[in-house]
Each structure stands twice: as C-alpha cells, then as structure tokens.
T-cell receptor, first 112, second 112 residues
Framework: AQTVTQSQPEMSVQEAETVTLSCTYDTSESDYYLFWYKQPPSRQMILVIRQEAYKQQNATENRFSVNFQKAAKSFSLKISDSQLGDAAMYFCAYRNPNDMRFGAGTRLTVKP | DVKVTQSSRYLVKRTGEKVFLECVQDMDHENMFWYRQDPGLGLRLIYFSYDVKMKEKGDIPEGYSVSREKKERFSLILESASTNQTSMYLC???????????FGPGTRLLVL
C-alpha cells in the first residue's frame, strides 16, 4: 500500500524567510499525482500546489514551489518570503487511480 | 468557485445512534470523498465514489457506509455510532482522478 510520510510534525519560520517542508512517499506506480494542501486554523483545506508524476519540471505557484525527485520518491514544498498568512497545517497527498493518501501533516508557524 | 458544503459544522450524538453526514457539491464533479481527520494521523480515506451509485472502500471503512443517489450529494452513515468515531469528518470532490480536491468545511462529531 502506498504511504505518505511527513517527517516534520512542526516547523517555524521567520516572516520573509524561506522554509522547506519535507514529504516522501512510497509507491510502485508510475502514473500518479502529488499535492500540497494547506489547512489554516478553523478554515477549509485548500490546494497549494499540484505535480503530475510524468512531468519532470517542478511545479511553481507564486511563492510556493516544489522539489520533485521521482527516483527518490520525494516531494518537498518550499515557501519563499513567508507571510503571516502562511501559518497553517500543510498536508502532502498522493493520488493514483485507485488510491488517495495524505501525510500526517506539518504545522507551520510564522514568526513576525 | 467550487462550493462543497456539509450539513453540520458540529454534531453531538449518543453511542449507538445512527448518524448521517451529508455533503453537497455544486460543480458537477464526478469524484467525491469522505475522510476523517485526527491529530497526528492526517486525513484517512473512509470511502470514495467515482459516479452515481458507485462506491469504493478506502482505508478505514469499518463502521461506516455511504450513499450516492445523486451526482452532487454524497452521504456518510455511521450505522451505530461509537466513541472511537469522535473525529473531524471532511468531504471533498474533484472533477477527475488527477485533479484538485475541493474540501468542505468539515463536521466535528462528538460521540458520547
């Protein structure tokens, strides 16, 4: 069975600095999708960024980018120029046609 | 914007009661999902559905059932609620299997 591991339960970053959240996954599939979702306190989960496994180019969305290492099965999220509004739980997720899995989450604190 | 709504934000039930959690999406999405979210465990998939009247078990289906009679509505049923089903329940929908999931606000269920 596929698993998704987020090894950092908590992270903190100074406002305007850069932080990287780690995610590794285990799969025998070649075709799948990877996601980072953000869940602010008491608010709905929303997508941060999405990566298709067949694409070698790392996805980017404004201040958010990923480092996708397919062979290593690693999918880290980099947040640049961190803002107070980035404080949230971040979940890494994996999807193939028959399965959907989330990591346990990383709680990010942003210090002013 | 996609809107996913859940019937209740907070719910308190007694052990042994039958509990219905409803989820409605307004974007004609094919896929719908039910998760439970517990601290330190992330999101765990209970059931998902690719189409009307279709359902697939996720990781933790025991004690739960689902119903999808209409495309926009996906119901989660706790046949006989137990205290270990106290949790946050999240519903999500997506257009297709590789696309972004859109989440509802969640239902926090307390079983006494």
């Amino acid at each position: 069975a596929q698993t998704v591991t987020q090894s950092q339960p908590e992270m903190s970053v100074q406002e305007a600095e850069t932080v990287t959240l780690s995610c590794t996954y285990d799969t025998s599939e070649s075709d799948y999708y990877l996601f980072w979702y953000k869940q602010p306190p008491s608010r709905q989960m929303i997508l941060v960024i999405r990566q298709e496994a067949y694409k070698q180019q790392n996805a980017t969305e404004n201040r958010f980018s990923v480092n996708f290492q397919k062979a290593a099965k690693s999918f880290s999220l980099k947040i640049s120029d961190s803002q107070l509004g980035d404080a949230a739980m971040y979940f890494c997720a994996y999807r193939n046609p028959n399965d959907m899995r989330f990591g346990a989450g990383t709680r990010l604190t942003v210090k002013p | 914007d996609v809107k996913v709504t859940q019937s209740s934000r907070y719910l308190v039930k007694r052990t042994g009661e039958k509990v219905f959690l409803e989820c409605v999406q307004d974007m004609d999405h094919e896929n719908m999902f039910w998760y439970r979210q517990d601290p330190g465990l992330g999101l765990r998939l209970i059931y998902f559905s690719y189409d009307v009247k279709m359902k697939e078990k996720g990781d933790i289906p025991e004690g739960y059932s689902v119903s999808r009679e209409k495309k926009e509505r996906f119901s989660l049923i706790l046949e006989s609620a137990s205290t270990n089903q106290t949790s946050m329940y999240l519903c999500a929908s997506s257009l297709s299997q590789g696309e972004t999931q859109y989440f509802g606000p969640g239902t926090r269920l307390l079983v006494l």
